[in-house]
């Protein structure tokens, strides 16, 4: 008989496995300690996250992170995965409903997640669940090796501290994704390396990547010196940090209406990676969920 319970942090990375064996990106590389990383990024809470048990084994989980994002106190999925003989039970749903009376009861406003375009069944799920698709997130790839053959710019690049990325959150175009907000360097700040360029002594653009996640966070450059090769000058400095076993730079979640980034990136030899939907559902107290 299945139950629903808070996640068991010690059944999660096996659960983890079984469940995206068959995912379209391959995740059989993820290690526990990879794993909780992550979730430590995303501001996982394991007593409002949903694990599905049959028995002692974990068959399903809910992943639920919660950090204001977006103007807003906001829940995020940080993964949801069930071992393919419970799916097609509705499992997904049941945890989801579940969750949403104590995330309204704790003050949250908004659920936020991300889905793969071509994942049609899991879109259909959230929509039954009340989640509208607001944007398309895209991702790239590119090779270390390529940018590090860039020729060198003028612009001074070094290591930089948080209060020098703060200065440009209000330089970014768009809100970013959950997985790459702002808040993350103060989060997990041992985990992010923060790489700025200098007119004179004067910041004019910052990157912030995670080595241990290999994910590129953010690219801003001050408005005053874009189309300028800044970025540029920032991603081939960052590739040169990187230990020679990581050939790729993974940029994940690209804003899919801000063409002038993603030309950007493929013009660097980028390949494309995946394309996500960002889906977005409101809580409220008059919620029936969180009635019943």
Same mark, same amino acid.
């Given at each position: ?8 942090? !010690? ?21 526990? !300690? ?7 990024? &995303? ?6 996250? #949903?694990?599905?048990? &049959? ?48 995330? @309204? ?84 700040? !041992? ?15 910052? #990157? ?9 966070? @953010? ?17 081939? @400095? ?55």
């Amino acid at each position: 008989m299945l139950t629903l319970g808070p996640v068991t942090r !010690e059944r999660l990375h096996d659960a983890f496995l079984e469940a995206f064996a068959d995912y379209a990106m391959d995740t059989s590389g993820t290690t526990e !300690e990879g794993l909780l990383l992550r979730m430590k990024k &995303n501001a996982v809470d394991y007593d409002l996250s #949903v694990g599905a048990y &049959n028995g002692p084994e974990m068959v399903g989980f809910t992943l639920i992170g919660v950090d204001r994002w977006n103007g807003a106190v906001t829940a995020y999925d940080a993964g949801t995965g069930i071992v393919p003989a419970f799916r097609g039970q509705g499992l997904a749903h049941r945890m989801f409903d579940h969750a949403l009376p104590t995330l @309204s009861a704790r003050g949250v406003k908004q659920f936020a997640l991300e889905v793969l375009q071509g994942n049609e069944p899991a879109i259909k799920a959230y929509q039954t669940s009340g989640f509208d698709i607001r944007r398309t997130l895209t991702s790239y790839v590119g090779s270390t090796q390529t940018l590090n053959a860039l020729p060198e710019s003028g612009w001074t690049i070094r290591r930089a501290d948080r209060a020098t990325f703060d200065r440009f959150v209000a330089q970014a175009d768009w809100e970013p994704s959950f997985e790459n907000r702002f808040t993350i360097p103060a989060l997990i700040p !041992e985990q992010v390396m923060i790489l700025a360029a200098f007119d004179g002594i004067e910041p004019i653009g910052v #990157v912030t990547y995670s080595p241990p996640l290999h994910w590129l966070l @953010s690219l801003i450059v001050r408005r005053t010196h874009r189309r300028r090769g800044v970025g540029t000058a920032l991603l081939r @400095s960052l590739a040169g940090e990187l230990r020679e076993d990581r050939p790729k730079l993974a940029a994940i979640n690209i804003d899919g209406s801000d063409r002038g980034m993603q030309l950007f990136f493929t013009d660097l030899g980028f390949s494309h990676l995946i394309d996500q939907y960002e889906m977005l559902r409101e809580i409220g107290q008059d919620d029936p969920a969180h009635r019943r």
